[in-house]
């Protein structure tokens, strides 16, 4: 098989995997981001990862096994960097409004370019550092994929989270949270990503 579609093939089991429904529009622009996002990093060194099949595993199959703990209309992704998970859940989950916050300009660069190229309609790019973001609405969902501390996302985020909303935060590790912290009750959760033999955890605080 090319190699050129082992890859496309690998994302498509993973979803199916994931058992995750995607109509073939959203498979191509899945695939087409991919390219566009090895074609960017090779220029602009947007992530670490630096093969496009790890680059299924490590970043669209990671971001969207997510996908369940994504609730509400509107969704903020904190630090998305490259878009990650924001733009593969914001295919995967069309009827939710997505909005990406990163500050610096490169990768907002490559956002803004994807989003055109793409044609998604459910997201908007926010070129700003978190401690100056002041939207004019609160967020159901607030996701991190790679934000650092627990603790500071917590406290960073907590204000523009919906009430009822949640803070979902991609981890590693289980040993981040075991105890209620800062006033919201943390849930952990193992996430399966196909072909990913590290351990990755899902943290649920509820506000």
Not at 97 to 123: E, G, S
Not at 167 to 190: F, N, R, W, Y
Request: hydrophobic residues 40%; glycine residues 6%.
């Amino acid at each position: 098989m090319p190699q050129s579609t082992a890859w496309i093939q690998q994302l498509q089991q993973g979803t199916k995997q994931l058992s995750i429904n995607l109509s073939s529009q959203q498979n191509d622009q899945l695939v087409h981001y991919l390219k566009q996002l090895d074609q960017w990093n090779q220029a602009y060194n947007l992530s670490g990862v630096k093969t496009i099949s790890r680059m299924v595993t490590h970043h669209l199959l990671d971001s969207l096994a997510v996908l369940p703990y994504v609730t509400g209309k509107t969704v903020l992704d904190v630090g998305t960097g490259a878009g990650l998970p924001g733009i593969p859940l914001a295919i995967a989950l069309q009827n939710k409004q997505f909005t990406l916050l990163d500050c610096t300009q490169k990768k907002t660069a490559f956002l803004r370019h994807i989003i055109f190229k793409l044609q998604i309609k459910n997201v908007s790019v926010v070129k700003k550092r978190l401690n100056c973001y002041q939207p004019e609405h609160c967020f159901d969902t607030i996701i991190c994929r790679a934000f650092g501390r627990y603790d500071d996302f917590v406290g960073q985020t907590r204000h523009l989270c919906c009430e009822g909303g949640k803070l979902v935060a991609m981890k590693g590790t289980s040993q981040l949270a075991k105890q209620e912290t800062m006033g919201l009750s943390a849930d952990i959760h193992p996430l399966f990503v196909p072909g990913l033999a590290a351990k990755r955890h899902v943290i649920v605080m509820r506000r």
